[in-house]
C-alpha cells in the first residue's frame, strides 16, 4: 500500500520534473533529499536553499523522502542527471563506492561532539580521498555531515551479541552493515527505510539502528520496546552534485554552491547540539513504557571485540584502496582528538 502511494508519488514528481524550466541566467536546481525536510538533511538543504537564493538568481527546489523515490532511485536520478544535488548517506552507498562503507565500521568515529565536529569540517579524507572516488562515479562530493549517535531500537533489552542471536535486525543496504550486524550475533536485514515502520509493526523484524532524533520523527518508539546505546557509531551523510552539471557551472557559481555547502554544513552542526536529548525526552514522553539502556564499558567489549572482524571485512571488500582510506581517516580523527 505505502509502496503503491510511494511509486504514484514518485511518478508525478518525475513528470514535474520534466516540465521544470530554466530561465535565462538564472536556473532551478532540483536537490532530492532521504528524509522530510523538518528532519536533518532538510534542514541542512533548507540553509543551503535559502543561501542559494539570497546571493543568486537561481531557484532550488527541495525534493523530501518519497516524492522521488527511495535513496537508491535519487542516486540514479543524481548521476543521470535529472537532479543536481542529492543526498545519499554511505549505507546506502556501499554498493556504489564500497570505500564509503568506512562510515560504517563500529566503534571508528569517536562519540564526542566537539572531535565529531572537528572531523567533518577539517577531514582530509572527506575533502581529498573522497572527492576523488565519488567523481568517479560521476559526482562532485560538496560535503559530509553527522546526523547524531546511532541507537538500536529492539522487543526485547541486549547486554550481550549472545542476546542479539535469533533476532532479525533491519540496516540499511551497504553490505558492510550486513557484516556488522552478523559479526554482533543477530540476523542482518537489509531493507530501504520506506519499508522499516511495517516491517516492525509486522513483526517482520525485531530493531533496526538509527540515530535518535530519527527514531523519534519516524515514530518508530511506537513499534519498539527497547532503545540501546552501544556507542558503536554516528550517523553520516554525503550531499553531491551531479558532476558534469558542477563542472559547467561558472567560477562564480561553483563558489557560490561551495559556499552554501559550507554555511550549511555550520549550521548543521550547530543545529543538533542537544536535538538527540530533546528526541530522548519526546520518546519517553510519547510512550513512558519505553526502556533506555545504555552499555557499559565492560558490556561494550564484546562488541568491540565484534568490530575487529567488520575492519577485516572492509579490508577484504576494497582492498588497498580502503586501506588508505583507512589510514587517512584515523590520521583525521587523531587530529581531531588533539584539538
Ligand atoms: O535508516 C535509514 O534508511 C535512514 N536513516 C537516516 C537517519 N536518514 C536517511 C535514511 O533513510
Known sequence: MIKNILNTT???????LTLASVQAGAA?????????????????????????????????????????????DIMEQAQAGILQFVDQSPGFTG??????????????????????NYFFKNSKVINENFKELYAEQDLELLKMFPEGSVAITTQESFRSPADLNGMKIRVMTSPLLVETYKAFGAVPTPLPWGEVFGA????????????????????????????TEAGHNIFTTAVMANRDFYQGLSETDQQ?????????LDYILKYQEGLAEEAKAKIKAAKPSIEFVTLTEAERVPFRAAAKDVR????????????AILDQLEADLELARNN
Do not use: C
Open 95 to 116: 554498493s556504489l563506492i564500497p570505500e564509503a562503507q568506512v562510515f560504517l565500521m563500529p566503534y571508528v568515529l569517536p562519540e564526542t561532539e566537539s572531535e565529531v
Open 28 to 72: 532551478n536546481w532540483k536537490y532530492a533529499i532521504e528524509e522530510s525536510l523538518s528532519e536533518v538533511q532538510g534542514v541542512y538543504a533548507t540553509q543551503f536553499k535559502e543561501y542559494i537564493e539570497a546571493n543568486s538568481d537561481h531557484r532550488v527546489q527541495i525534493y523530501p523522502f518519497g516524492t522521488l523515490g527511495e535513496s537508491t
Open 312 to 323: 577485516a571485512k572492509f579490508i577484504e571488500m576494497t582492498g588497498p584502496s580502503g586501506q
Open 10 to 16: 514518485k511518478a508525478l514528481s518525475l513528470a514535474a
Open 256 to 264: 557560490l554552491v561551495q559556499q552554501a555547502s559550507e554555511v550549511a
Open 200 to 227: 516492525l509493526q509486522t513483526k517482520l523484524i525485531q530493531g533496526q539502528e538509527n540515530p535518535w532524533f530519527y527514531i523519534e520523527s519516524g515514530k518508530l518508539y511506537e513499534v519498539t520496546e527497547v532503545i
